[in-house]
């Protein structure tokens, strides 16, 4: 018998929507483990694999990495968290990423949590951030923004056409965004 494939969530929104902060929540209430695919290749690159100018450069640019990449760095970390149930952030960022990792791991996500969230609220969070993350600055918030309209956004329409999106309004606090983000998570009894 094949061994039970684990669950995993896709956590999707645009740059500064909120994804890794909702994650962290995520993780405190419902036991998942959080793979944000941006923090694994910021990891990368800071480890010196030969890959680390080219992820430097994708990242400056707001580009996207190969799938290839991003995909192998999340397998490992997948297998060596130990758990079973995952939120994996910031992946698939477009239709390639999506359906590489689909052919390479099986796995099909449970669903997507899409953090909708307006550019005017995203740009203000991302310009007062100040973790010295090099892509925060306004010409690359700008390519990230495009990127995420003509690449990222077709993936939530793939997931949305079978019924897999939950949408949230990640416009508003952090609490209140988390009580909605609970209501999707939390088992309910019919
Ligand atoms: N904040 C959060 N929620 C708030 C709220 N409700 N109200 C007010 N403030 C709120 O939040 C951003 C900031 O806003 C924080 O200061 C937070 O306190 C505040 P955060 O939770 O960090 O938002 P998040 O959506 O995670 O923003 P992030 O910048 O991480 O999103 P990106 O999608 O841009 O970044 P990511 O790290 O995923 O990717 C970076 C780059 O890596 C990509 O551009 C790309 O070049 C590369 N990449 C790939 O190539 N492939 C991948 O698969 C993934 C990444
Ligand atoms: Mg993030």
Redesign the pocket.
């Known amino acids: 018998l094949a061994e039970k494939k684990p669950t995993v969530v896709f956590v999707l929104?645009?740059?500064?929507?909120?994804?890794?902060?909702?994650c962290a929540n995520i993780v405190q209430h419902f036991g998942f483990t959080h793979l944000?695919?941006?923090?694994l290749?910021?990891a990368e690159q800071k480890s010196g694999s030969e890959n680390g100018t080219m992820i430097q450069n994708?990242?400056k640019?707001?580009?996207?990495?190969p799938s290839e990449v991003?995909i192998k760095l999340l397998q490992k970390a997948m297998e060596e968290s130990g758990n079973d149930k995952f939120l994996i952030?910031?992946?698939?960022?477009n239709e390639e990423?999506r359906a590489a990792f689909e052919t390479v791991t099986q796995i099909e996500p449970a669903f997507v949590l899409f953090?909708d969230c307006s550019e005017e609220e995203m740009e203000r969070?991302?310009l007062?951030?100040n973790?010295g993350?090099e892509?925060?600055n306004i010409e690359t918030i700008r390519k990230?923004f495009k990127?995420?309209l003509e690449s990222s956004l077709p993936v939530i329409q793939h997931y949305e056409s079978r019924g897999k999106v939950r949408k949230i309004d990640?416009?508003?606090?952090?609490e209140e965004?988390f009580e909605s983000v609970k209501a999707i998570f939390t088992p309910k009894n019919e």
Not at 13 to 22: N, V
């Open positions: 929104g645009g740059p500064g929507s909120g994804k890794g902060t909702q944000s695919a941006g923090d290749l910021r994708m990242i640019e707001g580009k996207i990495v991003t952030d910031g992946f698939p960022r990423n953090f969070r991302l007062s951030r973790e993350r892509d925060d990230r990127v995420f990640a416009g508003r606090p952090i965004v």
